[in-house]
DNA sequence: TGGCACCATTTGATCGATCCAGCAACCGGG
DNA sequence: CCCGGTTGCTGGATCGATCAAATGGTGCCA
């Protein structure tokens, strides 16, 4: 059992230098209780003495945890300002450093469209494994993952709960009333709440909507709290909707159509993007946001902050959710009783010189 | 050594499904070749039915590697446009799955300043360990690390190669010419140069620089393009240049300044962030970038693709930044012969209105 | 004082893979 | 026909930690 010096230590080493039993310098590092006092010391020191640090391999091949979260990222879209992941990634790395986790990235293989071929069937079981999550997960490399990619129904989640895999979801079941597993959302309606009632309140009348399509959840959820809460106020909201895809020319040609024909003196945006759009049609008629017609968008991107003038746009409280994600996952993993399914958190609004001049 | 079905299958499962031997199993993983072609094809089916993933953690102990990559990453600085990390990120991710590696994400520990403070006596050998690092390092959950935070003098990548970590960084080692460690850069000065020709094709002879105080490497790299440039061309640099903060703050007042005193036609920036402060100050003199003043930032971000107008920018080409950085990391832990140390790309240019309209 | 519970610590087995030495079968050359 | 070399595969040892069971010592109660 002789052992290099220089060598990296081990348990063992450790264990000699410190004159008790691998076993005892284990339970110094996990269940410091166990010892007592003045063995707790010595073993320390011991520890600090050669700088010793647990392997990781070891640990996890033994107790079959590798104390590691998967996160899937996914190709960022350009045109988009929705760079919102930044802020959400560091989050949730340091929540989970906190937890005692780990944060692993992976791709889809890059077999294009095989994730979109499972969530065309929604309704089947999904025999297929779903790209990228199988082979972390059948090779014990991540303990758990995290799903954000909540739009278009959410297939990652459906195969996941199938298979029993232990997930957290950052945006609610959309449609799914029977889904088990834990998730943590943003209250996407309360946030165009705020954007409402935040322009009802600087004397508007006229409030448009530009968001997407029909079908997307979540974009029906933030529609709602504007129609919801302009016939609270008995505001119309007649021909002052438009609908489209999330790009920054959609958001354009909306702003246009409907600054053309039903004279709005604020826009309320889905996203960040589309409030662009609205910056670039504003341009092109000489108008300034904040000045001539109100603006506020949806995410406080970066772009948000630093473009002109100021976007007014709805944040959501991504260091929280993180937080919240972390939290459920913990309890996930030592398979303590979950007290709450859900957790929706509520955004708040930045509010910049789009929406109030001076 | 009975195994219910249903558990997790092994090599020893695959063997005995197989009729063959545990290192004949592993073997068909990790070295077809050596198998004779019929007895490889029962291996595989074997592991086909019983979908057999090879342990990560027992295979890491063994082979003392764990095929994870480091990747710190640190608190996004809001107020700031510089949110390409999301594309360097995953493209690194993307590059590192081909290449049979994963990215790891961690933070500093949450003790503020310690960092800095190892980064305050340049000269000094570092004992103390750099945030974060040495963790991971000692307990073997990484193999190697990526380093992009090559501003202000990179007391990681120093501390990393007093320790022989094997490590690439993505950023030249600035005035450090004894530097050993491979890396991956972009010319940032040849960014510059291609932003003051295509403003001196548009017959702009008054072009002006915002940037960064002096000291910082990268600031004072990409500011040579423009004295060096400029000079060549027989244009003045005289009282052109302006050095402050990266901030959309400091962009403006900087705008402000030049146009009040220079009247300079062009303004090239350090950085997308001092260009969105130039547009600002545009903003507040009833000027538009391109018809008024052209303006070109530097990264390339998000917030250039989407403000009104859109800003002519230096793209870096990150994604191939992270396939060079994956195929050094992959040279240096095969303990090949590394051809050149480090390597430098050549960024382009995203033409946009701001330095064009119509 | 015997018996029992409890505490602090030790010892051997184990997680699932790869490394390494070894073995049988086969091949070609002298 | 024997021998060294190659091919294809086997089985025991090992990586460094934790688990489970066992150990000796102490205190408390009957």
Redesign the interface.
Known sequence: MSRRTGS?PTLATVAAEAGVSRQTVSNAVNNPGLLRADTLIRVQRAIDRL????????R??RT?A?H?VGLR????V????N?L???F??SL??SS??AGY??????A??QPGREDSVAARPGAHHMEPVDGYD?LL????VDAFVVTDTYRGNPQAVWLAERGVPFVAFGRPWGDAGAQHPWVDVDGRAGVVLAVDHLAGLGHERIAWIGWQKGSWIGEDRRSGWTDRMHERGLSTSRLSARGDDT?EFGRRAAHALLDNEAPTALVCASD?LA?GV??A??ERSA?AGRDVAVIGFDD???A?????GLTSVRQPLEQVAVEIVRSLGDLLAHKQIAEQGRILVPTLSVRASSSPG
Do not use: K, W
């Open positions: 990296t700088g010793y640090s647990p392997n990781r391999a070891a996890n091949l079959r590798s590691l990222v996914d190709p960022a350009e045109d988009s300002a760079a992941m930044d802020r990634v560091h790395v340091e450093r906190d780990h944060v692993l990235l992976f791709t293989s890059g082979e059948r090779s014990a490399a920054v993007t662009m910056f670039r504003l341009a300034i991107s970066i772009a902050q630093v473009c002109t003038p």
